[in-house]
């Protein structure tokens, strides 16, 4: 009988120290507490606690979680410094840094976070108008971090990011919203109606432009060519008179060379001016002027007719 009881007491032992054996897993803590009292944090690795004195304090999975971890609290109505009520609903990235802080610092610590949230961002929203909330997002999201990580830090936990996700204004100032949108894009559509008419208007002006320097271009480019074309025609004309009263004075030249090399006497001379006389008094001139050697002349024949007929 006595074996089989020492048997049981042996197996009740083991079983009771393998219960108090634990393993905590890669960012994991546990917070050890001895009779009530705090007396050590477990990290990664194999563990033993004593049976009946120690124990894991009373947490939700007895382990505190060092990963960062995402809190999305629901949206919050808050009342905006014009007194516009919106719903605002945030996202909060957190860690915990110090297990004995977090397990002993606050009563639910993530009530606690959300909270401290929700009146944090009715306080930061309360300085803003409605307008100025949809356009300070990031100085939201940095007010809110630096507020939460100071009220935190004596909770063991490091509030690493804090993000706007929505906000939603009341229904009848998002239909306003909505008319003054479109009534901006209609704006802008106008503006680049404009704008592309005016731009159209200025291409067709320096189209002009262009073809009327262009045409004026082709115009003095013409003048240029005629007036270099009467000009070659006025130089060939002048080269040609030229080159006829050249051949002119060139052929009086020769004939007073014969005349001179035929040495003719002064009955021959006269008798072609005699010639010359009779061509110039064809009845066409009303004025003749005679020289005075034709005209002896013309008085020698005169007396020699009459001498003619006398000896008939």
Do not use: C
């Amino acid at each position: 009988m006595f074996p089989y009881i020492l048997l049981g007491i042996v197996l009740l032992i083991l079983i009771i120290l393998i219960a108090n054996i634990r393993i905590v897993p890669q960012a994991s803590a546990y917070v050890i507490q001895r009779l009530g009292a705090y007396r050590t944090t477990w990290s990664t690795g194999f563990h033993w606690k004593v049976p009946f004195i120690d124990e894991v304090a009373m947490k939700v999975n007895l382990k505190v979680n060092l990963k960062e971890q995402v809190a999305d609290f629901p949206p919050q109505p808050v009342i905006t410094k014009d007194n516009a009520t919106i719903q605002i609903d945030t996202v909060i990235f957190f860690q915990i840094t110090d297990p004995k802080a977090y397990t002993y610092g606050v009563e639910r610590p993530m009530m606690a976070i959300a909270n401290l949230s929700a009146t944090t961002l009715r306080n930061i929203i309360g300085d803003l108008e409605l307008d100025a909330t949809f356009t300070s997002r990031d100085i939201i999201n940095s007010k809110m971090r630096t507020i939460l990580d100071e009220a935190t830090d004596p909770w063991g936990i490091k509030v690493n990011r804090v993000e706007v996700k929505n906000i939603i204004p009341p229904s009848d100032v998002q239909a306003a919203m909505e008319k003054q949108m479109k009534a901006e894009r209609e704006k802008r559509e106008s503006i680049l109606r404009a704008e592309g008419e005016k731009q159209s208007q200025i291409l067709v002006a320096e189209g002009k432009r262009a073809a009327m320097i262009l045409e004026a271009e082709a115009h003095k480019q013409s003048a240029i060519l005629n007036a270099e074309a009467t000009k070659e025609a006025q130089i060939r004309e002048a080269e040609g008179q030229a080159e006829a009263i050249l051949t002119v004075q060139k052929a009086t030249a020769e004939g007073l060379k014969m005349i001179k090399d035929v040495q003719l006497d002064a009955p021959v001379i006269q008798l072609k001016s005699l010639e010359a006389f009779e061509k110039a008094a064809d009845g066409k001139a009303t004025k003749i002027i005679i020289p005075s050697e034709i005209q002896g002349l013309a008085g020698m024949a005169t007396s020699l007719g009459e001498l003619l007929k006398k000896d008939e």
